[in-house]
């Protein structure tokens, strides 16, 4: 019995082996079989009522998870208005910072920088950061939509789907 047990030892152990190689090679061919998978965030989004943006004030609250500043200014034309602005800048694409002490928006990377109204005035920066979609939602909150882009320099900024006018 004892040697059959110590003959039998070599033989379980090897089985043993094998167990463990089939079971890691079938979770890796189920891992493969399994897509891959990303999880977008919807483009659009509730952001409060306008009153929650006091005038002169740029929002950060969505920066990090959505990747816009909620900006409430009357620095571009003279209009009093609310408008979203992606938060990456028009060189090659790093996040600015919003400096509240400079009252600008200020590149890390290569040092671009952008007024409140978002036009860029000095850097390496072409052009100014992009609007994305805002407007009045039913129930009365903001709403940004970041599956459309407006661009000042293409005019666009002039379509009031990129802007809530207040007042
Ligand atoms: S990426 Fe912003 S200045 Fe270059």
């Known amino acids: 019995m004892v040697a059959a047990a110590i003959i039998m ?3 379980a152990a090897g089985m043993a082996l094998l167990a463990i190689i089939f079971s890691l090679w079938g979770l890796l061919t189920a891992r493969f ?4 998978m990303v999880v977008e965030l919807p ?5 409060g009522p306008a009153s929650d943006f006091p005038i002169g004030t740029v929002s950060e609250k969505y ?6 500043w909620l900006v409430h200014s009357t620095a ?6 609310v408008y ?21 928006f200020k590149c890390p990377c290569h040092g671009s920088g952008f007024y409140i109204s978002g036009i860029n005035f000095e850097g390496p920066a072409p052009r100014p950061l992009e609007r994305v ?5 039913e129930d009365g909150m903001l709403e940004v939509d970041k599956s459309v882009k407006f661009q000042e320099e293409l005019g666009q900024w002039a379509d009031g789907k990129s802007f809530v006018a207040l007042g």
Not at 33 to 36: E, G, L, R, V, Y
Not at 43 to 47: E, G, Q
Not at 63 to 68: I, L
């Open 9 to 11: 030892t070599p033989f």
């Open 33 to 36: 079989m399994m897509p891959n």
């Open 43 to 47: 483009s659009k989004f509730k952001v």
């Open 63 to 68: 920066k990090a998870s959505r990747g816009v």
């Open 76 to 81: 571009y034309n003279g209009e009093n208005i």
């Open 84 to 104: 979203a602005l992606a938060s990456v800048c028009t060189h090659l694409g790093c996040t600015p910072n919003w400096l509240e002490g400079e009252q600008k």
């Open 133 to 137: 979609g805002l407007r009045v939602a």
